[in-house]
């Protein structure tokens, strides 16, 4: 089984990020390796993560201060009184700038941890574990940290980068095939904008990667993550190229927010209900062509991955949709800003449409 190892370099920060199945079990020489010394750490760990996983992660630790903090992960407790509650131990601790927070778990841990290792005194060291196949491909690279509000998703937060990311594949098998499906998602959107050999890696491979086969998975997030890494070298900060990242989200974050975070559509189903969207609405405003189109859509059908608006929202819901939709990150006036598909890896930014049109689409989709 080969191990990976990729290198982020923003203006900010460089870190490693390493890919491999069971090399949590050999953290503490990446540690070593990378001239961590851990004189004091905090692991935020994620309830549902077996706690094995922890026990393996904490006897790689060379330290004998390391206090753990669990964390109930889900959308609804992404706010700030778990913020308030992870400072309250760092600062009962009396930890400092050279200490260490960690994250174990998946997007939704490593948002909120991040986001308290980027205010906690300026700035704390901080060092990413994801355990899903959503954040190890697309949440752990890249620095985005936050919380939610009643306003809409991560509308709260900075960019903060980790000191390095560890993803071990075999943590993987503890997830349902729902959570697993997840992540997939991210691997579908990363396939999109990227040239058309990697979606054909993905297409090709799509039941061996969903049944994390080896070496099929690994390279599979390899390959998403050197997309991202790409795009965040080239634009940190979500200036202008690092939005295509967004492709199916401003759907995807309205339609959650919309659901209130309701089980029955996790994060990863609305970024594959929102890629759906995005593509339809690229068809029909002949931005996308017919047979690239069918191409995407037959790919989420083969997997069953077909989700239709209608399941989940009816007309009536549409002003709250539209609500979520105006108050997104990437809204600047009263146009909502959408990112469309031209083509796989031809992406279009900043293409704005009037509320009239959001809402004609949303009757149309509604309707069938």
């Known amino acids: 089984m080969k191990d990976y190892k990729l290198v982020i370099n ?24 990378n001239k961590i010394n851990i004189k004091k750490c905090l692991i935020v760990v994620d309830k549902n993560v077996p706690r094995k996983n922890l026990l393996v992660l904490k006897k790689n630790i060379n330290s004998s201060k390391v206090f753990i903090h669990y964390f109930n992960s889900n959308e609804k407790n992404k706010n700030f009184n778990n913020v308030n509650s992870i400072l309250n131990v760092l600062f009962k601790y009396n930890f400092n700038r050279e200490d ?4 174990l778990g998946g997007g939704i841990t490593g948002d909120l941890v991040g986001f308290v290792a980027s205010i ?7 060092i990413n574990l994801p355990t899903t196949l959503l954040s190890q491909v697309d949440s752990s690279i890249g620095g985005k940290t936050g919380v939610n509000n009643i306003f809409g998703k991560n509308l709260i937060g900075s960019f ?6 560890i993803s071990d594949v075999k943590i993987l098998s503890s997830l349902n095939q729902r959570e697993i499906i997840c992540g997939y998602g991210e691997l579908l959107k990363h396939s999109i904008i990227s040239k058309k050999g990697s979606f054909g890696y993905l297409n090709k491979n799509k039941f061996k990667i969903l049944g994390l086969k080896s070496p099929f998975v690994e390279k599979a997030i ?35 927010a919309s659901n209130k975070y309701n089980k ?9 209900l929102g890629i759906i969207s995005s593509a339809k609405f690229s068809l029909l405003n002949r931005i996308l062509s017919q047979s690239i189109y069918d191409k995407i859509i037959d790919h989420v059908k083969e997997l069953n991955l077909s989700f239709n608006l209608n399941k989940f929202f ?9 609500r979520y939709m105006k108050s997104d990150k990437k809204n600047n006036n009263n146009q909502i800003n959408l990112i469309l598909i031209k083509n796989f890896g031809k992406i279009l930014l900043n293409k704005r449409f009037s509320e009239k049109q959001i809402i004609n689409f949303l009757k149309l989709e509604l309707d069938n």
């Open 160 to 165: 903060y980068q980790p000191e390095l990311v």
């Open 120 to 126: 906690f005194k300026r700035g704390i060291k901080f």
């Open 264 to 272: 029955n559509l996790n994060h990863g189903e609305a970024v594959i």
């Open 222 to 256: 390899y390959e998403s993550c050197k997309i991202k890494k790409k795009i965040v070298e080239k634009d940190e900060n979500e200036k202008n190229l690092r939005k295509i990242l967004n492709l199916g989200h401003t759907f995807g974050h309205a339609y959650e």
């Open 100 to 103: 260490y927070i960690f994250a």
């Open 10 to 33: 923003t203006r900010n920060k460089k870190y490693p990020i390493y890919i491999g199945y069971n090399i949590l079990k050999t953290s503490n020489k990446i540690f070593r390796n």
């Open 314 to 322: 009816k007309r009536k819901d549409i002003k709250l949709i539209l």
